[in-house]
């Protein structure tokens, strides 16, 4: 049992380069989520999934795309990379009822140049 | 919109001491999730201790309890006899209740623990 694996870790990209960020999770969790941390801001919620097929916005989704084609795989992609997108990105997945905590993958640290 | 609010950018504790990192929280709702969640400098997130709106008994895991008051909205996270291990970041987050886009988790901004040996 991986839990929330990340790839890659580490991520340097020039102005208008697209990329697409990994998130996969084996723990069969409905929802996935994106997020970005920076300094002073907390997390901030970019992209979410409740199934299958099912994508939503969350508080910062421009310049992002989300898709999710099974249950185990949700990838981020950045269309266009501006330096503003320099964060680190974590995905996250749980289930969608009850108390269940969120489970967090190690994150991506991504540096827009 | 919830938001949760972590009014001390930074403490210091020293080690053995206890220390209390607070939390507030805006919401209509009457039943929901409190979370504190910490990230050590490894940057993984690690879930600290959670409580449910309907209990009354405040939430505790080992060395970490909180102080749940649902009127004034407030859970503050209380670290007892604190260890070097316990430097790290720690965030506060909400979640609404069960129910269509309830899975969203908000968090504050974050308080910047340091334990002093």
């Known amino acids: 049992n991986a839990g929330v694996t990340q790839t890659p870790k580490f991520q340097v990209l020039k102005t208008g380069q697209s990329m697409t960020l990994q998130c996969a999770q084996d723990?069969?969790?409905?929802?996935m989520s994106w997020y970005r941390q920076d300094p002073g801001m907390g997390l901030r919620l970019i992209h979410y999934s409740v199934g299958a097929g099912i994508t939503d916005q969350g508080e910062v989704p421009n310049g992002y795309n989300v898709s999710r084609s099974t249950t185990e795989d949700f990838p981020l992609r950045l269309l266009s990379a501006a330096p503003s997108q320099t964060s680190v990105y974590f995905c996250?997945?749980?289930?969608?009822?009850?108390?269940?905590?969120?489970?967090f993958g190690p994150g991506t640290r991504l540096t827009v140049t | 919109a919830q938001t949760v609010t972590q009014s001390q950018p930074e403490m210091s504790v020293q080690e053995a001491e206890t220390v209390t990192l607070s939390c507030t929280y805006d919401t209509s709702e009457n039943n929901y999730y409190l979370f504190w969640y910490k990230q050590p400098p490894s940057r993984q997130m690690i879930l600290v201790i959670r409580?449910?709106?309907?209990?009354?008994q405040n939430a505790t895991e080992n060395r970490f309890s909180v102080n749940f008051q649902k009127a004034a909205k407030s859970f503050s996270l209380k670290i007892s006899d604190s260890q070097l291990g316990d430097t790290a970041m720690y965030f506060c987050a909400f979640r609404p209740p069960d129910g269509a886009g309830s899975y969203q988790l908000t968090f504050g901004k974050g308080t910047k623990l340091s334990v002093i040996p």
């Open positions: 409580q449910e709106a309907y209990k009354q």
């Open positions: 723990m069969n969790h409905e929802y």
């Open positions: 996250a997945s749980s289930y969608v009822r009850g108390w269940y905590e969120q489970y």
